[in-house]
């Protein structure tokens, strides 16, 4: 196949900013990007390889595993489990300069923990926590831009949607995908905290002293709130962790947990389970479209050759490992303000890979580093969806918004620079997985 392929890839880009930046669904646009590259250079059927494609990508274990994650999810979103944790922490955070404000990062880790979703993490937790903080007189700016940095976490801390997809387009193990991300996740989260503990340590203004006063017995009583989403991180991730239970089986031990906790606490009606299980059909076969979408664009441009081309360009410029991961990291960055995680992930992984595997990088750590990438864009204009969801919570500007959660960004960044030069913060946990 003689075709000119700097051509051929200007045009599939050309085609991919046309189609993602109009109002076309993701998994469509994928679709019509490679369906049109080969009626345009190659003689080639397009929907010869559909059926197979659609097929091998959706039959696999690993997508079993997305829609039990995604139910467990919506039904801790939609019971009391999310408000009884806000009231649970509240008692322990009196002590620590910036009071209530750490309720946004420790509340967002736990609820990240069993979600996957960092729209629903930062909607869950920004429903009770901005009002809250609001009427006790804390820093707006720092209340919303610690929601919007900690949010992200819905991404890192497994389960994660980005993960499953990654895994899935990149043939990565999910399991150690999820355990990676465990270390990193509660780094950042710490990151976050100390950067509020020292903000509220040289402006006390800013997380005013409340009324309430909290003693022993009763952060000791507030514990029960808090132990549901505790007991569901340990059986969920504790199962993969010891080889008990593949990720699909563990989202299951998830949902049964999830709606005997949502039972337990008397917010499992019928209603919640059926909005529930709706909510997570529509977003797993949303999130599947894309996939097979991902997947038939991938085989175009691997029928073309574009990533052989690449892969062998890029070996032959000779850029060292640390030099590849700072031109990713500006691309990424350039791509965040742009489209969303999921489309820079199935627009760039089947070419990047390659490129990481060939400069010795390993395909577990690279995913967490592109998952801190998509955490980046959720905060970043015009696209970020954080931004958007707090802007519904707060009713201020994104712009506002944006330059609140602007220390957090500079936070995440450092944390992706402390990943590369130390890839064991990822990859710790998953070469000590057992039964791995």
Known sequence: MNVDLGYVSAVIIGLLIVFLGGSIWIGTALFLVGIGSLYIFTDVSFGSILAN????????SAMMALPFFIWMGEILFRSKISENLFRGLSPWMDAIPGRLVHVNILASTFFAAVSGSSAATTATV????????TKRGYDHDLSIGSLAGAGTLGFMIPPSMMMLVYGIIGDVSIGKLFIAGFIPGFMIAGMFSGYIILRCMISPKLAPKGTEKHAWKDRLAAIPAIMPVLILVLFVLGSIYMGWATPTEAGAIGVIGALFFAAATKSLSWHVFKISLIGSVKTSAMIMFIVMGAAYLSNVIGYFGITRALTRYVTEMGLSPYMLIAVLTVLYLILGCLIDGFSMIVMTAPIVVPLIQAAKFDTVWFGI?????????????????????????????????????????IIMLLAAVLLTVFPEIALFLPGRMIGK
Do not use: C, R
């Open 126 to 133: 920004g429903k009770i926590t901005v009002p809250e903080l």
């Open 53 to 60: 494609i659609a097929w091998n990508n959706t039959s696999g």
């Open 369 to 409: 580093y592109l998952v801190l990438m998509i955490e980046l864009a959720q905060i970043t204009p015009p696209v970020g969806f954080n931004l958007f969801v707090i802007s519904g919570l707060s009713n201020d500007d994104l712009g506002a918004i944006a330059k609140a959660a602007f220390p957090f960004f």
